[in-house]
C-alpha cells in the first residue's frame, strides 16, 4: 500500500509560500558564501541550530533557500536557526576543498556573530538534509581530520548533536550505488584527486567515532537515498562506539523530511529540542 501512496514531491513543497530570514552574513566573497539567520520574538539568547542544505552537494540543484519551511517552522516553535550555504562543486571554487571549507568557515562564524543575534552556542545541533546530511555530519567530526588536511582547523565550532534528514554520509559507498539520486560522478568532483586516499578527511566513516550523538531520520519510501545507505552507516557508527540511532518514517519519501508538518519533520524537530535540551 505504501509503495502505491504518491509521495510528496518539491514542487508541493515550494509551490508553499516561502518564509524569509530575519538577516544574513556573509562569510567571503562569493555570493553563495552566505548564511541566512532565522531569529525567533525575544532578546534570547535562543537555542541555535545549525542547517545544512543538500542538493547533491550541487549549487544548482539547490541552495540554503531549500530550507526556509522548516527553518521558519523553527523560529515560530522559539529556536533559532543559523542557515549556512557554501560554493557547490558546480561552482568556481567549489569542490575540494573549497566545499568543505565553506561549510567549515560558516559553521565557525556562528561563534563571531552569537552575541549579536543573541544566539546560544553552548549547546549547538547541526542539521543536514540529503548531500546536506553529509556534511553535518562532517561538521561533527572535523576536530578528527588527519592533521596533515587542508581542511583541519585549530578549534572547531562544537556540535552536540547532529540530525541527519536522508544523509548521504558514506561517500565511499554512494560512489559505488549508481542506484543513489545523486549519481556517483559527482563524489569524485567532491572529494578532489592527487592525494593518497581522498576519502581520509572528507567521507564521515573515516572520521568515526565522532564522539557526539547521531540520529538518522529516514523515510522508508525514499527513492532518492537508498534506505540502505543509512543501516550500513549507523552499523558503522555504532561499531566504532558512537551513539547513532536510526528514526524509519513508514509513508515518507526524501521531501517530507524539510517539509513542515509532516510526521518525519515532526519526529526530526522532536529530536532537535532532545539535542539542545541535553537529553
Same mark, same amino acid.
Given at each position: 500500500?505504501?509503495?502505491?501512496?504518491?509521495?510528496?514531491?518539491?514542487? *508541493?513543497?515550494?509551490?508553499r509560500?516561502r518564509?524569509?530570514?530575519d538577516a544574513?552574513?556573509?562569510?567571503?566573497a *562569493?555570493?553563495?558564501?552566505?548564511?541566512?539567520?532565522?531569529?525567533?520574538?525575544?532578546k534570547g539568547?535562543?537555542p541555535?541550530?545549525v542547517?545544512v542544505?543538500?542538493?547533491?552537494?550541487?549549487t544548482?540543484?539547490?541552495?540554503?533557500t531549500?530550507?526556509?519551511w522548516?527553518?521558519?517552522?523553527l523560529?515560530?516553535?522559539?529556536?533559532?536557526?543559523?542557515?549556512?550555504?557554501?560554493?557547490?562543486?558546480?561552482?568556481?571554487g567549489?569542490?575540494?576543498?573549497?566545499?568543505?571549507a565553506?561549510a567549515?568557515?560558516?559553521?565557525d562564524?556562528l561563534?563571531?556573530e552569537?552575541?549579536?543575534?543573541?544566539l546560544?552556542?553552548s549547546?549547538?545541533?547541526?542539521?543536514?538534509h540529503?548531500?546536506?546530511?553529509?556534511l553535518?555530519l562532517?561538521?561533527?567530526g572535523r576536530r578528527?581530520?588527519?592533521?596533515?588536511?587542508?581542511?583541519?582547523?585549530?578549534d572547531?565550532?562544537?556540535?552536540?548533536?547532529?540530525?541527519?534528514l536522508?544523509? %548521504?554520509p558514506?561517500?565511499?559507498?554512494?560512489?559505488?550505488?549508481?542506484?543513489?539520486?545523486?549519481?556517483?560522478?559527482?563524489i569524485?568532483?567532491?572529494?578532489?584527486?592527487g592525494?593518497?586516499?581522498p576519502?581520509? *578527511?572528507?567521507?564521515?566513516?573515516r572520521? %568515526?567515532?565522532?564522539?557526539?550523538?547521531?540520529?538518522l531520520?529516514?523515510?522508508r519510501?525514499?527513492?532518492?537515498?537508498?534506505?540502505?545507505?543509512?543501516?550500513?552507516?549507523?552499523n558503522m557508527?555504532?561499531?566504532?562506539?558512537?551513539?547513532?540511532?536510526?528514526?524509519?518514517?513508514?509513508?515518507?519519501?526524501?521531501?517530507?523530511?524539510?517539509?513542515?508538518?509532516?510526521?518525519?519533520?515532526?519526529?526530526a524537530?522532536?529530536?532537535?529540542?532532545?539535542g539542545?535540551?541535553?537529553?
Open positions: 500500500m505504501a509503495a502505491d501512496t504518491p509521495r510528496m514531491t518539491w514542487a *508541493d513543497l515550494t509551490a509560500p518564509p524569509v530570514a544574513s552574513v556573509s562569510y567571503g *562569493d555570493p553563495y558564501q552566505i548564511v541566512d539567520v532565522w531569529l525567533p520574538a525575544g539568547p535562543h541555535t541550530v542547517m542544505h543538500g542538493g547533491c552537494w550541487q544548482k540543484i539547490a541552495d540554503r531549500l530550507m526556509n522548516i527553518a521558519a517552522d523560529r515560530a516553535g522559539g529556536i533559532s536557526v543559523w542557515n549556512i550555504d557554501y560554493r557547490g562543486v558546480d561552482r568556481a567549489g569542490g575540494y576543498p573549497g566545499t568543505f565553506d567549515a568557515a560558516a559553521t562564524r561563534r563571531a552569537a552575541k549579536r543575534f543573541g546560544d552556542t549547546r549547538v545541533v547541526a542539521v543536514g540529503s548531500a546536506g546530511g553529509h553535518a562532517w561538521l561533527a578528527k581530520l588527519p592533521a596533515e588536511s587542508p581542511l583541519r582547523t585549530r572547531p565550532l562544537p556540535l552536540a548533536r547532529v540530525v541527519s536522508g544523509g %548521504l558514506d561517500l565511499e559507498a554512494t560512489a559505488a550505488s549508481p542506484d543513489n539520486g545523486c549519481g556517483t560522478e559527482v569524485a568532483k567532491l572529494i578532489g584527486s592525494r593518497a586516499d576519502y581520509a *578527511d572528507t567521507s564521515v566513516p572520521l %568515526l567515532p565522532l564522539g557526539v550523538r547521531q540520529d531520520v529516514n523515510g519510501e525514499d527513492r532518492i537515498i537508498p534506505y540502505r545507505m543509512a543501516t550500513a552507516y549507523m557508527a555504532e561499531a566504532a562506539g558512537d551513539r547513532a540511532t536510526l528514526h524509519t518514517v513508514p509513508e515518507t519519501g526524501h521531501v517530507e523530511l524539510v517539509a513542515p508538518n509532516t510526521p518525519a519533520w515532526e519526529e524537530k522532536r529530536l532537535i529540542r532532545e539542545l535540551a541535553g537529553r
